[in-house]
């Protein structure tokens, strides 16, 4: 009964147990789920709330939680590599999405990508990620199908389709026009102008084993039609490459042609303005560039109206490219040329010239263009004469070349206008393509400074002269002025008179100044002084660089052999510099251009370089490496007042024929920088705030090599009190007993010889004292520093005396305790150079048997003379015998003049 009960409940407890061991199956399976699932990688990305797995609001995960991404700058570039980092298409659209929530934070990276980065991490996320609140969300919407590669933009590149979650070239035999037209849409640009197979490599994948058959009107290339292809094999070079048409999102408008106007964008359903504080020349380009327009011929201030802020680099391709920001910046005017470019130069009125024929780009044949041609060019431009005019000069053309002679008379406005005719040869041969260089426009003067090299800028504006200013980057505002006058280096820049003009921005690598950024934010007048006829360049600051003098409206490289310091004096002072410091051949590079062909025999007191004496070179050449380069010291124009030292007080600057005040109320510590460097101080110990009286105000980024390279201004401020440190020491080894030699390990000391250690320092700080420090023992002397110098006699060297000195200088002074460190003193012990002891004897006497032989030849005396100089030989024997003991006992230690006295 027993063993049949049991019977009866075993089957009902296996029947219980089994959902307890499935769910401790589920448990334990989850549970190693969960281990085998590592976290996202930190700053990976990823969209949500979109209507596909490739569109949505992006997020970044970061510190261990996805949070919305927000940025200040935004590009197509940064969407494009979320595309890319999950694995979708090309990016199609982005926008800004609503505020976070409230209470709601977000990451903020702030990204510049190039684009060609795979993940979103490998970007340039300047300042580091952070928490934001407050901010717009970012969408992104990608194709999921299908993609441009190896492209040079948005718009184009090898055609890839998505196929088993990975990606396939498609085959040029199986992609027509019509299935062009359907990829261009889809991925947001304009129609397709250009197919073919191998424009852009052939891919490393497989190749798609379908044959589109799109009829044009579908939303995506997978909607079309396909069919198996009868051939399955796609030769090499034949993976198809699509050019699309940027997007019709950009526009001019209100300036009587479709290639000059104010710029609007197409954004999130409406047209808005486009404007910027900066990279106006570079948007102006990318504008230009995608409406087929050719060059920008000017980029004045826009309407009031203010939109939101693009910043390029110039060779986007279209303006959605760019970074931007909802920032409201100054509307942005462009105009461009309709017909005619210059590419591949270094401004705006240089290049290699390109004609539009069929909606297309050609360039044009130097057989084709001559002087006449080249003033309309220039003119349409808006540049000044033409200065250059060559084949290849700017590189060849990779397009079609222009079928016509150009025919201008010169005064024709657009080189379209002027009559053209055949070719009667069809052929332009490589490196024929010209090239054209004008000259700078005159729309920039010096007024008002007694020569067209110095006085307040101007520049002809909208019909009128207009005082420029700048409350920063003055010195690069100068630069640009002096190099489109074709005037030599920047002598001085000062604040300008109080008329205030319209505020500009230079980087100082621009061709001309409008080039340069700007806006009508009134800014005070600015008034430059440049050299006339020399300048120097590719230096460091403002008194370095290589000495080029002007001849025949172009600059000329000096040859080092025809330049000596006299000249150089006459050239430091005319460019508002110190005393000639360096002067050496090749010492900047070397110059690209023309080589000065006479020699300079200036006096050193002469105010212009020009002014001197010249001469005509007996060598016509030059040799490479021969260049002259100069560096100047700085000028004394900045003095330290009232502290006692020459390296401690406050800061004044000699401006304008008087001592001004110099004061700061930002960026103390760099100014502070600059001023102890252009002294010969050290480094700064301390900034404090000066005396009430109103200075100028002065801001430095602290890598100036003088205070006048910094941005100066009229605005009053509190003066400024620098204290610099003490500038290293030196140290150095002297004897009196000639037992001190150069080994191939430093100075040596002969043994039983005195020897002197010497430290001084330059004469900045009163009193004070030096410390001498051997590293060989704990053993230091100090002394006090006797007109800024202290000498340590050690009596006979020993081995003991062997090892590395440092002089330590102390002093105490204005509140702070001055201490600096000279560069190690190895010195090593050596025995007597016996050998040399020896050699020095022998020397002596076979010197003076030639002497004794030589006249015995030449005068060949009576007996008697013969007997009385054979006494004085002896005697002279003697003598010569006793100075050498005499001069061995000098040099040999102690004991070594023992052993001479037992060799005599």
């Given at each position: 009964?027993?063993?049949d009960?049991f019977?009866s409940?075993?089957?009902q407890?296996?029947?219980?147990?089994i959902?307890?061991?499935?769910?401790?199956?589920?448990?334990?399976?989850?549970?190693?789920q969960a281990?085998?699932?590592?976290?996202?990688?930190?700053?990976?990305?990823?969209?949500?709330?979109?209507t596909?797995?490739?569109?949505?609001?992006?997020?970044?995960?970061?510190?261990?939680?996805?949070?919305?991404l927000?940025?200040?700058?935004?590009?197509m570039m940064?969407?494009?590599?979320?595309?890319?980092?999950?694995?979708?298409?090309?990016?199609?659209?982005?926008s800004?999405?609503?505020?976070?929530?409230?209470?709601?934070?977000?990451?903020r990276?702030?990204s510049?990508?190039?684009?060609?980065?795979?993940?979103?991490r490998q970007c340039?996320?300047r300042?580091?990620?952070?928490?934001?609140?407050?901010?717009?969300?970012?969408?992104?919407?990608?194709?999921?199908?299908?993609?441009?590669?190896?492209?040079?933009?948005?718009?184009?590149?090898r055609?890839?389709v998505?196929?088993?979650?990975?990606?396939?070239?498609?085959?040029?035999?199986?992609?027509?026009?019509?299935?062009?037209?359907?990829?261009?849409?889809?991925l947001?640009?304009?129609?397709?102008a250009?197919?073919?197979?191998?424009?852009?490599?052939?891919?490393?994948g497989?190749?798609?084993?379908?044959?589109?058959?799109?009829?044009?009107?579908?939303?995506?290339?997978?909607?079309?039609?396909?069919?198996?292809?009868?051939?399955?094999?796609?030769?090499?070079?034949?993976?198809?490459g699509l050019t699309?048409?940027?997007?019709?999102?950009v526009?001019l408008?209100g300036?009587?042609s479709?290639?000059?106007?104010?710029?609007?964008?197409?954004d999130?359903?409406e047209w808005?303005?486009?404007?910027?504080l900066?990279?106006v020349?570079?948007?102006?380009a990318?504008?230009?560039r995608?409406?087929?327009?050719?060059s920008?011929?000017?980029?004045?201030?826009?309407?009031?109206?203010?939109?939101?802020?693009?910043?390029?680099?110039?060779?986007e391709?279209?303006l959605?490219?760019?970074?931007?920001?909802?920032?409201?910046?100054?509307?942005?005017?462009?105009?461009?040329?309709?017909?005619?470019?210059?590419v591949?130069?270094?401004?705006l009125c240089s290049?290699?010239?390109e004609?539009?024929?069929?909606?297309?780009?050609a360039?044009?044949?130097e057989a084709?263009?001559?002087r006449q041609?080249?003033?309309?060019?220039?003119?349409?431009l808006?540049?000044?004469?033409p200065?250059?005019?060559q084949g290849?000069?700017?590189?060849?053309?990779e397009?079609?070349?222009?079928?016509?002679?150009f025919?201008c008379?010169?005064?024709?406005?657009?080189?379209?206008?002027?009559?053209t005719?055949d070719?009667?040869?069809?052929?332009?041969?490589?490196?024929?393509a010209?090239?054209?260089?004008?000259?700078?426009?005159?729309?920039?003067?010096?007024v008002?400074?007694g020569?067209?090299?110095?006085?307040?800028?101007e520049?002809?504006?909208q019909?009128?002269w207009r005082?420029?200013?700048?409350?920063?980057?003055?010195r690069?505002?100068a630069?640009v002025?002096?190099?489109?006058?074709?005037c030599?280096?920047t002598?001085?820049?000062?604040?300008?008179?109080?008329?205030?003009?319209?505020?500009?921005?230079?980087s100082?690598?621009?061709?001309?100044?409008r080039?340069?950024?700007r806006?009508?934010d009134?800014?005070?007048?600015l008034?430059?002084?440049c050299?006339e006829?020399?300048r120097?360049?590719d230096?460091?600051?403002?008194c370095?660089?290589r000495?080029?003098?002007?001849?025949?409206q172009?600059w000329?490289?000096?040859?080092?052999a025809?330049?000596?310091r006299?000249?150089?004096?006459?050239?430091?002072?005319?460019l508002?510099?110190g005393?000639?410091a360096?002067?050496?051949?090749?010492?900047y590079?070397?110059?690209e251009g023309?080589?000065?062909?006479?020699?300079?025999?200036?006096?050193?007191?002469?105010s212009?370089?020009?002014?001197?004496?010249?001469?005509d070179?007996?060598?016509?050449i030059?040799?490479?490496g021969?260049?002259?380069?100069?560096?100047?010291?700085?000028?004394?124009?900045?003095r330290?007042?009232g502290?006692?030292?020459?390296?401690?007080?406050?800061?004044?600057w000699?401006d304008?024929?008087e001592?001004?005040?110099v004061?700061?109320?930002?960026?103390?510590?760099?100014?502070?920088?600059v001023?102890?460097?252009?002294?010969g101080?050290?480094s700064?110990?301390?900034?404090?705030?000066?005396n009430?009286?109103?200075?100028?105000?002065?801001v430095?980024d602290?890598?100036?090599?003088a205070l006048?390279?910094?941005?100066?201004t009229?605005?009053?401020?509190?003066?400024?009190?620098?204290?610099?440190?003490?500038?290293q020491?030196?140290?150095?080894?002297?004897?009196s007993m000639?037992?001190?030699?150069?080994?191939?390990q430093?100075?040596e000391v002969?043994?039983?010889?005195?020897?002197?250690?010497?430290c001084?320092?330059?004469p900045?700080?009163?009193?004070?004292?030096?410390?001498?420090t051997?590293?060989?023992?704990?053993?230091?002397?100090?002394q006090?520093?006797?007109?800024?110098?202290a000498?340590?006699?050690f009596p006979?060297?020993?081995?003991?005396?062997?090892g590395?000195?440092?002089?330590v200088?102390?002093?105490?002074?204005?509140?702070?305790n001055f201490?600096?460190?000279?560069?190690?003193?190895?010195?090593?012990?050596?025995?007597?150079?016996?050998?040399a002891?020896?050699?020095?004897?022998?020397?002596?006497?076979?010197?003076?048997?030639?002497?004794?032989?030589?006249?015995?030849?030449y005068?060949?005396p009576?007996?008697?003379?013969k007997?009385?100089n054979?006494v004085?030989?002896?005697?002279?024997?003697?003598?010569?015998?006793e100075?050498?003991?005499l001069?061995?006992?000098?040099?040999a230690g102690p004991?070594e003049?023992?052993?001479a006295?037992?060799?005599?």
């Amino acid at each position: 009964m027993t063993v049949d009960l049991f019977r009866s409940v075993e089957p009902q407890l296996e029947t219980d147990m089994i959902p307890a061991v499935i769910i401790l199956i589920l448990f334990w399976s989850t549970d190693l789920q969960a281990q085998s699932v590592s976290p996202p990688a930190e700053h990976s990305v990823r969209l949500v709330n979109g209507t596909t797995s490739c569109s949505g609001t992006v997020e970044v995960f970061y510190r261990g939680e996805w949070s919305g991404l927000c940025s200040s700058w935004w590009s197509m570039m940064v969407a494009k590599v979320v595309c890319r980092e999950l694995d979708c298409g090309n990016v199609v659209a982005e926008s800004r999405g609503p505020l976070f929530e409230h209470n709601t934070r977000g990451v903020r990276l702030s990204s510049r990508c190039s684009g060609n980065e795979y993940f979103i991490r490998q970007c340039d996320n300047r300042g580091g990620p952070g928490y934001c609140f407050g901010e717009y969300y970012h969408h992104v919407i990608c194709s999921e199908s299908v993609r441009l590669v190896d492209g040079a933009g948005l718009c184009s590149g090898r055609v890839e389709v998505k196929s088993d979650q990975s990606w396939a070239s498609v085959c040029e035999a199986d992609f027509d026009r019509q299935d062009a037209e359907v990829v261009c849409g889809e991925l947001g640009c304009g129609a397709p102008a250009a197919l073919q197979g191998g424009l852009y490599g052939g891919g490393e994948g497989q190749t798609s084993d379908k044959e589109f058959q799109c009829k044009g009107n579908e939303s995506l290339l997978l909607d079309c039609d396909t069919s198996n292809r009868e051939n399955n094999t796609c030769l090499p070079g034949n993976a198809v490459g699509l050019t699309c048409s940027e997007p019709d999102d950009v526009r001019l408008v209100g300036g009587g042609s479709r290639c000059a106007g104010g710029v609007e964008r197409y954004d999130q359903g409406e047209w808005r303005t486009v404007g910027t504080l900066s990279d106006v020349k570079d948007i102006a380009a990318v504008v230009c560039r995608q409406l087929g327009c050719g060059s920008t011929v000017s980029v004045p201030p826009g309407n009031p109206a203010r939109g939101f802020e693009a910043s390029c680099s110039g060779s986007e391709s279209s303006l959605r490219e760019c970074p931007r920001s909802y920032d409201r910046s100054p509307g942005l005017t462009v105009i461009c040329s309709e017909s005619v470019r210059l590419v591949d130069g270094a401004g705006l009125c240089s290049g290699r010239v390109e004609v539009k024929s069929d909606q297309s780009w050609a360039s044009v044949c130097e057989a084709d263009f001559d002087r006449q041609d080249a003033e309309v060019v220039c003119g349409e431009l808006g540049c000044g004469a033409p200065a250059a005019l060559q084949g290849g000069l700017y590189g060849e053309g990779e397009g079609q070349t222009w079928d016509k002679e150009f025919q201008c008379k010169g005064k024709e406005s657009l080189l379209l206008d002027c009559d053209t005719s055949d070719r009667e040869n069809n052929i332009c041969l490589p490196g024929n393509a010209v090239g054209l260089t004008c000259s700078e426009p005159d729309d920039v003067r010096l007024v008002g400074g007694g020569s067209r090299c110095a006085g307040v800028v101007e520049r002809y504006d909208q019909g009128e002269w207009r005082t420029v200013g700048s409350d920063w980057n003055q010195r690069d505002v100068a630069a640009v002025v002096c190099r489109q006058l074709g005037c030599g280096s920047t002598v001085s820049v000062l604040p300008g008179n109080t008329t205030r003009g319209f505020g500009v921005s230079c980087s100082g690598s621009e061709s001309s100044l409008r080039e340069c950024s700007r806006s009508y934010d009134l800014s005070p007048g600015l008034t430059v002084i440049c050299s006339e006829s020399v300048r120097l360049v590719d230096g460091a600051g403002l008194c370095s660089g290589r000495v080029e003098v002007k001849s025949n409206q172009s600059w000329a490289s000096v040859c080092e052999a025809d330049f000596d310091r006299q000249d150089a004096e006459v050239v430091c002072g005319e460019l508002g510099c110190g005393a000639p410091a360096a002067l050496q051949g090749g010492l900047y590079g070397e110059g690209e251009g023309q080589t000065w062909d006479n020699e300079f025999q200036c006096k050193g007191k002469e105010s212009l370089l020009l002014d001197c004496d010249t001469s005509d070179r007996e060598n016509n050449i030059c040799l490479p490496g021969n260049a002259v380069g100069l560096t100047c010291s700085e000028p004394d124009d900045v003095r330290l007042v009232g502290g006692g030292s020459r390296c401690a007080g406050g800061v004044e600057w000699f401006d304008q024929g008087e001592w001004r005040t110099v004061g700061s109320d930002w960026d103390q510590r760099d100014v502070a920088a600059v001023v102890c460097r252009q002294l010969g101080c050290g480094s700064a110990v301390s900034v404090l705030p000066g005396n009430t009286t109103g200075a100028h105000g002065v801001v430095c980024d602290g890598t100036e090599s003088a205070l006048r390279e910094c941005v100066i201004t009229f605005d009053r401020h509190s003066g400024l009190t620098v204290i610099c440190s003490s500038v290293q020491p030196e140290i150095f080894l002297t004897d009196s007993m000639g037992g001190v030699s150069r080994g191939h390990q430093g100075p040596e000391v002969f043994r039983g010889y005195s020897f002197t250690i010497t430290c001084s320092t330059q004469p900045q700080y009163p009193g004070g004292s030096f410390l001498l420090t051997f590293t060989g023992s704990n053993r230091t002397q100090t002394q006090p520093a006797v007109n800024h110098s202290a000498a340590f006699l050690f009596p006979a060297a020993d081995d003991s005396h062997q090892g590395n000195y440092r002089c330590v200088y102390d002093n105490y002074g204005f509140s702070h305790n001055f201490s600096s460190e000279s560069e190690l003193l190895s010195l090593t012990i050596t025995a007597s150079p016996l050998p040399a002891f020896i050699i020095r004897h022998v020397v002596v006497l076979l010197i003076l048997l030639t002497a004794i032989t030589t006249s015995y030849l030449y005068y060949k005396p009576t007996r008697r003379q013969k007997r009385v100089n054979r006494v004085s030989s002896m005697d002279l024997y003697v003598n010569a015998m006793e100075m050498v003991s005499l001069s061995s006992r000098a040099e040999a230690g102690p004991g070594e003049e023992r052993a001479a006295q037992g060799t005599e």
